[in-house]
C-alpha cells in the first residue's frame, strides 16, 4: 500500500499516522520530496481497511498494490485448479459443456433434455428447483421435488447435476442431491450464504453479480475459501450495460482477466447474458476461444412453453450443432471437449 501525504502536512498528524500504521505492524518505507512525501506500506494489508486512512487531514491519496483476495490468488497457488465433480474434470485443459434446462418443470421434461444433452455430449445437467426470480407471481421452482427428479435423470444418465441455492435453510437437500451448488448472480454478496457454503466440500459455482466488479466476485469466492472449501468455480453471466439488445453484456474481457488474477477455472453461461438463444452459439464459442474451461447452457425441447427463460433455450439440434463447433474450437486453442 502505497500513501501520499498532503503538501505541507502537519507534522503531528504525520506521527500520528506513523504510529497507527506500525501498531497495525506495518513496515514503513518513507520517501521525503520537497513537495511530496509518500510512505511505502509493507506489510499484509488484506484485512485492513485502507479507505479508514483518509480520516488523518495529512492523507491526500491512498493506493493498494497488493490484491485483497488471498486464497483465489494466483500468486499463492500458481496452479490452475481443476476440480473432480464425479470424475469429470473442471479446469485445466479440458472444456467441460453444463447444460439443461433454466426449470426443472416435471420428470418427462427433465428426462427428454437431460437425455437428449447427454447425447450431444454435455457432461453436468443443471436444472433450477429453487428460482429467483423478479417477480413473485413467476414460477418459483418446483423446490426438493425438482432437486429429487434431477438427481434421477443424473443418475439415469451419468451426470453430476448442478441446481441452484437461495437460502441456507435447503443446504442439507443440497447436500443430499446435487454435486456443485450454484449461487446465483442475485446472491453473490450473500456472505452469510457464503461463509456457510465455505463450510462444506461440495464444489459451489459462484456466479458474477451483474452490477459487481470482478475483484468484488473474487472477493466473494475468498469468503467460500477463507470457510475452507476450496472447490469454487466460477461463472460469468453478463452484467448490466446500457444495452438492450441483448439481456446483459457478456464480459468477454473476465476470462483473461481472471485468468491472470486467479487459479480458479472459469465458466461462461451464455445463456443468461445473450437472453435470446440465437446469439448462444457465438458467445459460446467466443468464449472457449478466450479461454474458459467451459459453459454452462440453457436447453428446452419445447421452450415455446417453458416456465421460464424460453427465449434464450436452445433446442436440442441447435445445442448438437453448438457442441460440435465447440470442439473444432477447443481444440484450436489446444483444449479437449470430451463428447
Ligand atoms: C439460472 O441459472 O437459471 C439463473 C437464474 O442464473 P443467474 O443467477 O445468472 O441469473
Ligand atoms: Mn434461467
Same mark, same amino acid.
Given at each position: ?55 488523518? !487531514? ?19 497457488? #500458481? ?21 439443461? %434446462?433454466?426449470?426443472? !418443470? ?7 433434455? =437431460? ?20 417477480? %413473485? ?10 432437486? #429429487?427428479?434431477?438427481?434421477? =435423470? ?5 451426470? %453430476?447435476?448442478?441446481? !441452484? ?19 446465483? =448472480? ?78 480458479? %477455472? ?14 448462444? !452459439? ?9 479461454? =474458459? ?47
Amino acid at each position: 500500500m502505497i500513501v501520499k501525504l498532503k503538501r505541507n502536512a502537519n507534522q503531528t498528524d504525520v506521527t500520528h499516522l506513523k504510529e497507527h500504521l506500525r501498531n497495525q505492524g506495518f513496515e514503513l518505507h518513507e520517501s521525503i520530496g520537497t513537495s511530496y512525501s509518500i510512505f511505502g506500506v509493507v506489510g499484509d494489508t488484506a484485512s485492513f481497511d485502507m479507505r479508514s486512512l483518509y480520516a488523518y !487531514e495529512c492523507v491526500e491519496s491512498v493506493v493498494r498494490v497488493q490484491e485483497p483476495f488471498k486464497k483465489v490468488n494466483r500468486k499463492f497457488t #500458481q496452479e490452475d485448479t481443476i476440480i473432480d465433480v464425479n470424475g469429470v474434470r473442471i479446469g485445466g485443459d479440458n472444456i467441460v459443456v453444463m447444460a439443461g %434446462p433454466c426449470s426443472v !418443470e416435471s420428470k418427462e421434461q427433465v428426462d427428454i433434455i =437431460a437425455k437428449a444433452v447427454k447425447e450431444a455430449g454435455a457432461k453436468i445437467l443443471r436444472g433450477g428447483a429453487f428460482k429467483p426470480r423478479t417477480s %413473485p407471481y413467476s414460477y418459483q421452482g418446483m423446490g426438493v421435488e425438482g432437486l #429429487q427428479i434431477l438427481k434421477e =435423470a443424473g443418475d439415469k444418465y451419468g451426470m %453430476p447435476i448442478i441446481s !441452484e441455492l437461495m437460502s441456507t435453510e435447503n443446504i442439507d437437500d443440497f447436500l443430499q442431491y446435487v454435486d456443485i451448488i450454484q449461487v446465483g =448472480a442475485r446472491n453473490m454478496q450473500n456472505f452469510h450464504l457464503l461463509k456457510e457454503l465455505g463450510k462444506l466440500d461440495k464444489p459451489i459455482l459462484l456466479k458474477r453479480g451483474f452490477s459487481n466488479t470482478i475483484e468484488e466476485w473474487l472477493m466473494s469466492a475468498e469468503y467460500i475459501m477463507a470457510g475452507g472449501n476450496n472447490n469454487v468455480i466460477l461463472c460469468e453471466r453478463g452484467i448490466r450495460t446500457f444495452e438492450p439488445y441483448t439481456r446483459n453484456t457478456l464480459d468477454i474481457s473476465t476470462i483473461p482477466v481472471v485468468k491472470k488474477l486467479s487459479h480458479l %477455472p472459469v465458466i461462461i453461461d451464455p445463456s443468461h447474458a445473450a437472453g435470446k438463444w440465437d446469439y448462444v !452459439e457465438s458467445l459460446s464459442l467466443a468464449s472457449i476461444a478466450a479461454g =474458459a474451461d467451459g459453459l454452462i447452457i440453457e436447453v428446452h425441447h419445447d421452450p415455446e412453453h417453458a416456465m421460464s427463460d424460453g427465449a434464450q433455450s436452445l433446442k436440442p439440434k441447435k445445442f448438437e450443432e453448438l457442441m460440435t463447433k465447440a470442439e473444432t474450437v477447443s481444440s484450436a486453442v489446444g483444449k479437449t471437449l470430451e463428447r
